[in-house]
């Protein structure tokens, strides 16, 4: 009588490794089949038109468009009325500095200005205190100008880069420290003005005033409420 029992349960055991097999065989099948309609694959669904009629963002898709516009927007650019102000002042001072020093180097041209008595242009700018460090000061002026007139530019002004806003601001600093010596020398020590000297002085702290004022307001420095 063993030898029926041990063949039942062998076909038992039989049994249910074909039942085990195809429960396997349908998991795969129904895996294969995920994602599938009807045996092919299904169209992934067309993003919903926006306003505008630009498809919608996925939830996991970046904002290119607000991603590229965050360095423009971020930082404060001055009105366009302000920086034209600037840069005509700055072309003006240019002018002038190039004519000191055309006149410095070149004595066949006049330098169109009394010489006599306080004002008296020919004293200062031929003055021992027209050199600083070995340069004419009407060279350094002129320089100074050149800087400027690329500094305060509309171009300039509407630069994405904070570096050339923080230029801008150092050299009009430097410039009126500069100034304050000259009218220093010339009150004090020569005790005579050039009026084409004063003219560039008076042009020199008109910026400053203007540039120091645009830093403290945050013209072309990064806004931390545009950066959010």
């Known amino acids: 009588m063993a030898a029926p029992k041990q063949a039942g349960s062998r076909a038992t055991s039989a049994g249910r490794s ?12 129904a895996k294969r089949d995920k994602g599938t309609r009807g045996g092919r694959p299904e169209a992934p669904a067309a993003p919903v038109a926006r306003a505008g009629g630009k ?5 996991n898709q970046p ?4 991603t590229a516009a965050a360095p423009v927007s971020a930082i404060r650019v001055a ?8 840069w005509v002042l700055a ?8 004519y000191l020093t055309i006149t410095h180097f070149d004595s066949s041209v006049p330098l169109v200005c009394s010489d006599k008595g306080f004002v008296n242009c020919g004293l200062v700018t031929s003055s021992p205190q027209s050199y600083v460090f ?10 100074f100008y050149v800087f400027m007139v690329a500094a ?9 880069y904070p570096a050339v806003a923080w230029a801008r601001l150092a050299s009009v600093v430097v410039g009126i420290v500069f100034v304050l010596y000259l009218v220093y020398t010339e009150l004090f020590t020569l005790k005579a003005i050039c009026l084409w000297c004063t003219s560039v002085h ?19 420095f990064r806004d931390p409420e545009l950066s959010r």
């Open 18 to 29: 074909a039942a085990g097999a195809s429960a396997a065989a349908k998991r795969n099948a």
């Open 55 to 59: 498809p919608a963002r996925r939830p």
């Open 63 to 66: 904002d290119t468009e607000a």
């Open 79 to 86: 009105p366009l009325w302000f920086q034209l102000v600037t």
């Open 91 to 98: 072309i003006g001072g240019l002018g002038v500095s190039t």
């Open 134 to 143: 070995g340069i004419p000061v009407a060279v350094l002026g002129l320089a």
């Open 152 to 160: 305060a530019s509309p171009w300039a002004w509407r630069s994405r």
């Open 202 to 220: 008076s042009i020199t702290f008109v910026l400053f005033v203007l540039i120091v004022v645009s830093a403290a307001v945050g013209y072309g």
